[in-house]
């Protein structure tokens, strides 16, 4: 397991104690066999972290879960093969793909304590992931990607982002690459461009979808 920058993945770090005092392990309910630290509250989470994004890192939302379900459930689309988790959040995508016996796992999130998270979730789940920068937009990093599979977990709810993240997995189809997203129907999702592979109700969600149940797919790009 390693991270990126000046994120440190176990103990001393300023980082690292925001992100184990703000959250608890837990488990996403439609991902039980995931432990994840996960905060109770977005509202005081967000007030507490001072920063204009959301703490993504600190809850399991619906894309994501459908999509670390659906690996989960169908392990033969990443075993044995190269995953990349983009816009990873908790990481919660890429520990599914772990466990599900991929080759090698690559987490990516522009969010420091995304990626101090994930590389403590990976930890809790006995799970190995190359936790690293952002890698769509003018600040990525120059990262050398050889991967099979991107997963990505609702990374459609905003124009500017979709449009990053849209023209990054675009080039990866275009390469070859196997690209499923997971999304609960946000506005900037490609419909066009997407086939529908699986759809499953998300409980649990009121907080974050505004809504107890939330139905979310699981596509592939093409």
């Known amino acids: 397991m390693t991270a990126g920058d000046d994120d440190v993945t176990a103990g001393g770090s300023a980082l690292d104690a925001e992100v184990t005092s703000w959250t608890a392990p837990g488990a996403a309910p439609l991902v039980p066999e995931v432990t994840l630290l996960l905060a109770d509250d977005i509202h005081r989470t967000w007030s507490q ?3 204009e994004a959301p703490p993504f890192w600190a809850f399991a939302w619906a894309g994501g879960q459908a999509l670390a379900r659906h690996v989960l459930d169908r392990p033969e689309i990443v075993a044995g093969r190269r995953v990349l988790d983009l816009a990873a959040g908790s990481g919660i995508v890429g520990i599914a793909a772990a466990k599900a016996g991929a080759a090698a796992v690559v987490a990516s ?3 420091a304590r ?3 998270a994930t590389a403590r979730n990976a930890a809790l789940n006995g799970v190995t992931l190359d936790v690293v920068g952002d890698l769509v937009g003018d600040e990525a990093e120059d990262v050398e990607l050889d991967v099979d599979v ?3 977990g609702d990374v459609f709810y905003e124009q ?3 449009r990053l993240m849209g023209e990054f997995l675009d080039e990866a189809v275009a390469a070859g690459v196997e690209v499923l997203v997971g999304d609960p129907g946000r506005e900037y999702l490609p419909r066009k461009r997407v086939t529908q592979l699986a759809s499953y ?3 649990e969600t009121a907080d974050l979808e ?3 149940v939330t139905p ?3 596509h592939r790009l093409t």
């Open 49 to 51: 972290t001072d920063e």
């Open 109 to 111: 999130d522009s969010d």
């Open 114 to 116: 995304a990626r101090v």
């Open 150 to 152: 991107v997963l990505a």
């Open 160 to 162: 500017p982002m979709a």
């Open 201 to 203: 109700d998300v409980p």
């Open 210 to 212: 505004g809504r107890a």
């Open 216 to 218: 979310t797919a699981v």
